[in-house]
């Protein structure tokens, strides 16, 4: 495998010895991406994982804004499964792992109750994906799902591109796709974010300032499912149009966030068309100053404030306890299959998945 970084290059501390293993019979590695700026990104192709985000705030000083691991075993069995991979085949739940697909009907794995989440306990976050060194700023992977694979129909195709412009501290990330029979596509990367850096233990990110350009967003049941409205943020703690922090309304009394043991909900994004490349949300914390802008094409963004982290021990000691990181994962809206009136994750043979999603980062002196 290529990788024209050497470890001493690295700002994040990570060893490429302590990446490299065979599972299932391939190769894993680390891979670190920078551009003329000083911006640094590391990667691994086991679940196409983030690694680490290397950005300076607003005196100069870098940290790793991503939560992540210092080796390739502690990415493998993390508490965490999903931590800052790639997940498909399809992103978020789908009710009682359900699914009509092309006239059939396919029962998926069920690995959150009764549910499918993030495509399942073997989903791309557990698979060895094939590198392709483009430059010093560019990365691609690709995979091959086989069909059936996690009951999945179809023989799918997919490839992801990480790059950082050469001017710009922003990690772009390209999706592709291709299937040779109808299946179900809805890719994100569920990157954990803590802009004021990973530490032990991480702070909270409830001090973290939010907006979110939605002006509704999709209620969920007891089990995290879409109920099937879609319900208007305003006068609600939901309303993020505005900034405000996190930790302001998530100890509302308010049904929603007792069923999503705080922000764990789909916002609709606001579009003029359907595949608008807009801003969709932007991320502030106050103490580094360093703020983060992501846009996607997407219809729907993922809210998660880190409820679930246990404590677990990462990279070089830091620690991730519960709400240590807010995650905004870009995607079609959850238990799509079963909403005919939510946009489709539907690809037919001859289709072509297309997305694209960058996380920009700066600083407010």
């Not at 043991?261 to 595949?275: F, M, P, Q, T, W």
């Amino acid at each position: 495998m290529m990788n024209s970084r050497s470890p001493e290059s690295n700002l994040s501390g990570l060893k490429r010895e302590d990446f490299q293993k065979v599972i299932d019979g391939k190769e894993t590695d680390l891979f670190i991406l920078k551009n003329h700026r000083g911006m640094e990104v590391a990667l691994t192709n086991y679940g196409c994982a983030i690694l680490s985000i290397m950005v300076p705030d607003k005196a100069g000083k870098y940290a790793n804004v991503v939560l992540g691991h210092d080796n390739i075993d502690c990415v493998v069995n993390n508490p965490e499964p999903f931590l800052n991979t790639i997940i498909g085949r399809y992103a978020n739940r789908i009710a009682n792992g359900y699914c009509p697909i092309g006239g059939g009907y396919y029962q998926l794995a069920q690995n959150a109750g009764p549910n499918t989440l993030h495509g399942g306990p073997t989903g791309f976050h557990t698979r060895v994906w094939e590198p392709h060194r483009m430059n010093d700023s560019e990365m691609a992977f690709t995979y091959t799902s086989r069909n059936l694979e996690e009951n999945y129909p179809g023989n799918l195709t997919v490839k992801v591109k990480y790059s950082i412009p050469f001017d710009t501290n922003e990690l772009c990330i390209t999706y592709e796709a291709t299937t040779d029979e109808p299946t179900l596509v809805n890719l994100t990367n569920h990157a954990f974010f803590n802009l004021a850096g990973a530490a032990n233990p991480t702070p909270s990110v409830l001090n973290h300032e939010v907006t979110i350009n939605a002006d509704f967003y999709l209620p969920i049941t007891a089990e995290a499912i879409p109920t099937g409205e879609i319900r208007l943020v305003e006068g609600t703690p939901m309303d993020f149009r505005t900034p405000h922090t996190i930790g302001k309304r998530i100890h509302a009394d308010f049904e929603q966030l007792k069923r999503g043991s705080g922000y764990d909900h789909c916002y609709v994004l606001n579009k003029i068309e359907a595949r608008d490349y807009l801003l969709a949300a932007t991320c502030y914390e106050p103490q580094s100053g360093r703020v983060l802008e992501v846009y996607t094409d997407q219809p729907g963004l993922q809210l998660y404030t880190g409820n679930w982290l246990s404590g677990f021990t990462g990279a070089h000691g830091a620690t991730f306890p519960a709400r240590s990181a807010v995650c905004f994962e870009a995607q079609l809206f959850p238990d799509t299959p079963n909403r005919s009136y939510f946009p489709s994750a539907l690809l037919n043979g001859g289709e072509v998945y297309h997305q694209s999603t960058a996380y920009r980062f700066d600083v407010r002196r």
